[in-house]
């Protein structure tokens, strides 16, 4: 089973700050999904990754699959208190699917 | 469109006594996983359907844990008996293509607190 090593496992900013956390394995990955999860509801898909080098963007977050697609890094710019939450990376496939340890990030007024 | 149903939301109970949770995943969708969370261990994986069949149940804890799925529509998680270990947030999740790439929906999570 992959590992996936996620850091900062914690982070507290105020609002407007950029920040970036990232997902790291030994292995490469076949492709990676971010999720996020708020406080008392399931994670929820955020973006897909597939080729080495990939950059995709969804508002304020840019996502960047690593070229040898063994880390991956998700980074905020402008934080809100809406971005609160826990990051999850996830890789693998079928039985095999793993989710990263985690950040939480929350974002304070 | 429902999303994946999961019941109950809560459950509190004393160790010993059996626990079912309950998972309707949405329509369509022909894998279901069986998820456990904690903050010590995080998100783990307990069991993977495809097609109603059980693929891997390698993430099941022990003995006292079993799913079944009997038709596409609707899955069980069993605990019996339970122990105050079990105490976690347990999360249904179903998708229709293949994960990673395909979209894992996960419901809402049933809480569950053994005594």
């Known amino acids: 089973t992959q590992l996936l090593e996620q850091s900062p496992q914690f982070l507290s900013i105020q609002e407007g700050e950029n920040l970036t956390v990232y997902c790291n394995s030994s292995?490469?990955?076949?492709?990676l999904q971010w999720y996020r999860q708020e406080p008392g509801e399931g994670p929820v898909l955020l973006v897909t990754v597939v080729t080495g080098g990939e950059v995709k963007k969804l508002k304020r977050l840019t996502f960047q699959f690593g070229d040898a697609r063994k880390d991956s890094s998700l980074h905020i710019t402008a934080a809100q208190p809406g971005d609160t939450g826990l990051y999850l990376c996830l890789t693998g496939g079928g039985n095999k699917l793993t989710f990263g340890t985690g950040t939480q990030l929350k974002v304070e007024l | 469109d429902a999303g994946v149903i999961q019941s109950p939301r809560h459950e509190v109970t004393e160790m010993g006594q059996e626990v079912t949770l309950r998972c309707k995943p949405i329509s369509g969708h022909n894998s279901l996983f069986w998820y456990r969370q904690t903050m010590m261990r995080g998100l783990e994986l307990l069991i993977y359907f495809n097609n109603n069949v059980p693929i891997d149940d390698s993430g099941m804890p022990e003995d006292r844990f079993s799913a079944k799925m009997p038709n596409a529509s609707f899955s069980t998680l069993k605990i019996q008996p339970s122990e105050p270990r079990d105490s976690a947030v347990y999360f249904c999740a179903s998708s229709f293509s293949q994960v990673p790439t395909g979209e894992l929906f996960f419901g809402e999570g049933s809480r569950l607190t053994v005594l």
């Open positions: 292995s490469v990955f076949s492709s």
